[in-house]
């Protein structure tokens, strides 16, 4: 109550300069709370948008993120905004109650997919996600513009062009691996390892961890056991998120010779949202062919 109660003193403080800005520049601002959902703002609205992205850095952990000033502007100052939802990023729910906008958009990637909290919010390793926001996107982009329709619906299918060798490295895993047993220190790879069709174990576990629980001790044991005796072929690990958990299960895996893959939660500067995945994808490939010799 009391986070929501600054957010709103500060909102109320810059809110008025922010409108101010808004009128300055011809573009439709987006803010996207993920980088990766920024991402797909930029390829859809090109040179017609402004788009800030809030978690774009790969050293910060996303759990931990807190809100400031400039945020809460330039939130305040957007036409369309992106949040996850599923309860991965409730504070951008309280910066958009806090900083009300008439004729704001505002796109829930979780309302849109039909998920909730409690969910696995890492909807974006979920195959048919990107499709889903993008098309949601453009409408919201040539709603605000009909000017540019044409060119919202020209990049919209250029972006859905650009997830088809995602879509054919995730066959070609399926078809080379299903089945194959692996394991997790937490869900973020959850959806895309359904995807896989491999088989994950352990998943109590991971789901103690997202909800910061503390996981049983049984299935903490059953974890080790299923590394030191190779029931598992692959340990999928945050690298973004350091623990003496996390990294003791890291060490064991290592000493047991099961291959080791650092999945992160926010795309790396200088590369598409396709091409993260596939970088993904390509390590993960990498490391079940070694595992399988």
Known sequence: MRATRRIAIAAGMVLASAMGAVSDDARIGVVAAENFYGDVARQLGGDHTAVISILNNRDQDPHLFE?????????????????????????????????PRPGRSVINVANILGKAAGDNPHLWFDP????????????????????????????????????????????????????VPVTATEPVFGYMADALKLQMRNERFQLAVMNETEPAARDLAAFENDLRTGKVKV?????????NLSSRLVDIARSANVAVVGISETQPAGVSFA???????????????SSSK
């Open 67 to 99: 809100t400031t000033p400039s945020i809460i502007r330039q939130t305040a100052a957007a036409g369309i905004v992106i949040l996850n939802g599923a309860g991965y990023d409730p504070w951008m729910q309280k910066l958009l109650d806090a900083a």
């Open 128 to 179: 048919p996600t990107m499709p889903a926001v993008a098309k949601a996107l453009a409408t919201a982009l040539w709603q605000a513009d009909p000017e540019h329709k044409a060119d919202y619906e020209a990049r919209l299918n250029t972006f859905v062009a650009s997830l088809s060798p995602l879509a054919k490295k995730i066959a070609e895993i399926r078809g080379k691996y299903g089945g």
């Open 235 to 243: 340990l999928l690990y945050n690298n973004q998120v350091t623990d």
């Open 275 to 289: 091409d993260w995945m596939l970088s993904e994808l390509d390590a993960l490939d990498k490391a079940l062919q």
